[in-house]
Structure formats: structure tokens, C-alpha cells
């Protein structure tokens, strides 16, 4: 089941300064490098972790994949996923994610695809849909949806949030058998 969020305090910029110097140290105390692979974040989540003095010993780059021929392009996504699925999608998520790895010199990948609005929804896909996907080089692949809330701003900045959580959650889980 979706998870719905809604605008909060720990969202605001200092939320996501604090999250992303958090995230800094565990990468470098994991020694991982991390790539990011965004579409209605634009950026926003490699802005965050490059604004941390000292990002450059775990932050590998960043690709702001937004129209279909640049999720083809740079992360690999097939036409086929697209096409069937659309670009907010699990399936598509998941091929963002693993597109990013195999495309970087990370070792750990996340992955953003949503509609952050004012307008885009649909009666399956309302505003605030987003798929967020993690990944290890040489693990799996989760991806899960979310329905945040909010102007376009709240939509992006939640979903920034949600994934430097996921990411940390993803750097302190069991090693997959």
C-alpha cells in the first residue's frame, strides 16, 4: 500500500542538510560511492549530498533523466517499459535505478520518478505519485510508491527526504544472502 505523506517540519532545508550529512558519513563509513538517477527531483537530491563539505569521497554524480529519450539514453530504460508502464511507474523505477549503477562507478544507486503537479495527475496517477528505487551494485532492486502532498515545492521536497531515508535505510540493512 502507497504511503501518504504531507508536508512537515522535518522536510524544511535543515531536515534535508542534516539527512544528507548523515548519509555522507555512512556512505563514507560503508565506503560506498553513490550515484543518483532523478526525474521530478531534477536535481534536487544530488544538490542536497553536494552540498556537503567533503561529498566528493562518496558521491559519484548525478543524471537528471527527465524526458523519455533521456531515461533511454542515460539509465538504459527501455522503450517497452515505458511504453506499457509510463514513466511513473515501478517497472520504469526499477530500470532507472539499475541504469544509474551500470552507467557510474557507484556501488549505490537511487532512483526518483513521480508527478510532482500543479498539473500531470490521473485518476491511477494523481499528483504527489512517486516511485523512489534503491539499489547496491550486485544486490536488488526495491522501489516503493509513495503519495506525498502539497504544492510542487512540498511534492519535490518530500520526495528529496524520502530518498536520502531510503538510502540510509538501504546503507544499515542485513547484506542479502
Do not use: N
Amino acid at each position: 500500500m502507497p504511503e501518504t505523506h504531507s508536508p512537515s517540519a522535518s522536510a524544511d532545508e535543515a531536515g534535508l542538510d542534516a539527512l544528507a550529512a548523515q548519509l555522507g558519513s555512512e556512505l563514507l563509513a560503508h565506503h560506498e560511492m553513490l550515484v543518483t538517477a532523478e526525474s521530478c527531483t531534477g536535481g534536487w537530491i544530488a544538490k542536497a549530498v553536494t552540498d556537503v563539505a567533503g561529498c566528493s569521497a562518496w558521491f559519484d554524480c548525478g543524471m537528471a533523466a527527465y524526458s523519455y529519450e533521456a531515461k533511454q539514453r542515460l539509465l538504459g530504460v527501455r522503450p517497452e517499459t515505458l511504453l506499457q508502464h509510463g514513466a511513473v511507474s515501478e517497472e520504469t523505477c526499477i530500470e532507472m535505478v539499475s541504469g544509474a549503477l551500470i552507467h557510474s562507478g557507484a556501488s549505490i544507486a537511487v532512483a526518483v520518478t513521480g508527478i510532482a503537479g500543479p498539473g500531470g495527475g490521473t485518476e491511477d496517477k494523481p499528483v504527489g505519485s512517486v516511485w523512489i528505487g534503491w539499489k547496491r551494485r550486485g544486490g536488488y532492486p526495491r522501489a516503493q510508491l509513495f503519495r506525498f502532498s502539497g504544492d510542487r515545492e512540498a511534492i519535490r521536497r518530500q520526495t528529496v527526504a524520502a530518498a536520502i531515508k531510503g538510502l540510509l535505510e538501504t546503507l544499515t540493512a542485513q547484506p542479502e544472502p
